[in-house]
Nanobody
Framework: QVQLVESGGGLVQAGGSLRLSCAASGVTFSRYRMAWFRQAPGKEREFVAAIQWGGGTSYHADSVKGRFANSRDNAKNMVYLQMNSLKSEDTAVYYC???????????????WGQGTQVTVSS
């Protein structure tokens, strides 16, 4: 059974930092592209970042470029999202997802975690 479990969310002041983690089990982790999405109240789930299976190439939404960075450790079945210079508009539930290819659309991902809440106070 595939399981993705996010952690690291919380409450932080604007300008602060958080590091999200996603632990994967039940899947050949290194074969999957991993992504982060987020969903704010009343809004659709949106793409944040994604990383290729080897970790050498990553992609970020324009709204987070220069502030967020994702990485992965295939030996530990982990993926991370380092979030710096947080803004109030970053407040959302953050989800990690696993899929066969990199995409900005939720439909392209096969497995999802339950999400972790990130709240940025201004």
């Amino acid at each position: 059974q595939v399981q993705l479990v996010e952690s690291g969310g919380g409450l932080v002041q604007a300008g602060g930092s958080l590091r999200l983690s996603c632990a994967a089990s039940g899947v050949t982790f290194s074969r999957y592209r991993m992504a982060w999405f987020r969903q704010a109240p009343g809004k659709e789930r949106e793409f944040v970042a994604a990383i290729q299976w080897g970790g050498g190439t990553s992609y970020h939404a324009d709204s987070v470029k220069g502030r967020f960075a994702n990485s992965r450790d295939n030996a530990k079945n982990m993926v991370y999202l380092q979030m710096n210079s947080l803004k109030s508009e970053d407040t959302a539930v953050y989800y990690c997802a696993a899929g066969a290819k990199i995409a900005k659309w939720t439909d392209e991902y096969d497995y999802w975690g339950q999400g972790t809440q990130v709240t940025v106070s201004s």
